[in-house]
Nanobody
Framework: QVQLVESGGGLVQPGGSLRLSCAASVFTLDNYAIGWFRQAPGKEREGVACISNTFDSTYYLDSMKGRATISRDNARNTVWLQMNNLKPEDTAVYYC???????????????????????WGQGTQVTVSS
């Protein structure tokens, strides 16, 4: 099954940082916008960040602006999500996925719709707690 693989989650104290990675091994990511999403227990999956395939556009959930940075290296077929000043409300399973709607390389107006993405990974748990 083709999917992306997330890593880098863990337990961190409030105010701490984590860098999540999203890697693909079976296909190349360079034609696609990539989104990071999260899902907390009992809540719907929500978009956290999105980056276009040409690096020129990034978008963030309002609550993550100034605390998160999404980046990518197409040569390494990897996308990262750096999160700083983490808060307990950031606790969730974090997923990455590639865009499956045209334009494939742009985050576009549907950037926070889970239906606009596929190849979801298994997710990586982020727990922010003292």
């Amino acid at each position: 099954q083709v999917q992306l693989v997330e890593s880098g989650g863990g337990l961190v104290q409030p105010g701490g940082s984590l860098r999540l990675s999203c890697a693909a091994s079976v296909f190349t990511l360079d034609n696609y916008a990539i989104g990071w999403f999260r899902q907390a227990p009992g809540k719907e999956r929500e978009g956290v960040a999105c980056i276009s395939n040409t690096f020129d556009s990034t978008y963030y959930l309002d609550s993550m602006k100034g605390r998160a940075t999404i980046s990518r290296d197409n040569a390494r077929n990897t996308v990262w999500l750096q999160m700083n000043n983490l808060k307990p409300e950031d606790t969730a399973v974090y997923y990455c996925a590639k865009r499956n709607r045209y334009p494939l390389g742009r985050c576009s107006v549907s950037r926070w719709s889970t239906n606009a993405y596929d190849y979801w990974g298994q997710g990586t748990q982020v727990t922010v707690s003292s």
